[in-house]
């Protein structure tokens, strides 16, 4: 009888006072507990709930994450452009080499100042895809496609990754877009193919196997580097995947230097620091950053808008034409993009609303 009057009277005590001092308080508090916790958080005291305020930081990362996707995107556009003012200077392998050697040493620098340890046993092979796909794979494909096709042509290239990353993406780390999402993407797509071929006349390009191979061979890099990109800092997934492929590196410029003869201009050094730091480490650093927030399916259909900067880029640096039906095929792409970015967010509320209420009772 004792101990159900003392239980009664905590309830009081812990809904309308402040907490007591008495060790007898003390040990009724302890006592009702785990009842309160069986009750779901209503029974809890409200000295130790969060402010009501507390969730609305949440749209923020979103934000943030399409920002920093769109910045490397940015980078990325400016690559074939300057990989076409580094062929000025140096021959295919020889570029491919040199880019690769220099974004590893800025990345292994950067590691070293922050004592960055070495990751994990089990990252290793994804770090492995990462260099693989997008530090040895995609820029040596594409150099090599520019030797015989134009920057424009080469673009449709990029006009495909933005759908084959989100497939890859979805199979690879579980998302599942909606329906919306892969409409647009899609038809997204489809924009940017049609507008790409007709830029070029239809005809296909002796490069476009090595087109096709860097397409396959990015999407893969991106999508394994998306994932890694939520276990530790995107810088930190770029860094490392360039330090692996260092000795390789290495030995490629070794054999491509003394073969490829190297004629030194302005315009060739400049597209090799740019490929090297910009596209090779700074642009892929914002763009793993921003698939780990947003995902990598929302952040791969950004790169819809790739080809058009690209042509943008060309007319600007390398003096190439750009058609009438340009600005059509940028509003036409910029539609599908905000299209397959809100059918990302609204995916992932509805997300979170189906997952709330299975932690309550």
Known sequence: MRAQDSATASSPI???????????????????????????????????????????????????????????????????PATAWGLESF????????????????????????????PARR????????????????PLLTTLALQTSTTSHAAVVVGLLPLTTAVLGSLRTGER????????????????IVFTVRESGGALAAGDLYLFGALLVCAAG?????????????WQVIGWA??????????????????????LTAHGVVGLVWVAAGSTFLGLYVWYRGMAAIGVARASQLQLAQPLLTLVWSF?????????????????????????????RRGARTSRAVRTPARRP
Do not use: D, K, N
Request: charged share 10%.
């Open 242 to 263: 360039l330090v692996l492929c260092l000795p390789l590196a290495v030995a490629g410029s070794l054999v491509a230097l003394p073969l490829e003869p190297v004629r």
């Open 316 to 344: 600007l640096l390398l003096g190439e034409e750009i058609s009438a039906a340009a600005p059509v095929a940028a509003v036409a792409v910029l539609v599908c993009i905000a299209a397959t970015q809100r059918a990302g």
């Open 222 to 234: 991106y999508t394994e580097g998306g994932r890694l990109a939520r276990v530790m800092p995107g």
């Open 177 to 192: 877009p909606s329906r919306l999402f892969w409409g647009a993407a899609l038809a997204g797509a489809a924009v940017v």
């Open 91 to 118: 021959g295919p392998w020889s570029l491919v080499a040199l880019r690769s050697v220099l974004a590893a040493l800025v990345a292994g620098g950067v590691l070293l100042a922050a004592r960055v340890p070495l």
């Open 14 to 80: 812990a809904v309308a006072e402040p907490p007591a001092t008495s060790p007898t308080a003390s040990a009724a508090s302890r006592t009702e507990a785990p009842a309160a916790a069986a009750h779901g958080p209503a029974a809890a005291s409200p000295a130790h709930q969060p402010p009501a305020a507390a969730p609305s930081p949440g749209p923020a990362p979103g934000r943030s994450g399409t920002v920093l996707a769109g910045l490397g995107v940015v980078a990325f556009s400016l690559t074939f």
């Open 123 to 138: 990252h290793w092979a994804g770090l492995a895809v990462v260099g693989g796909g997008v530090v040895v794979g995609f």
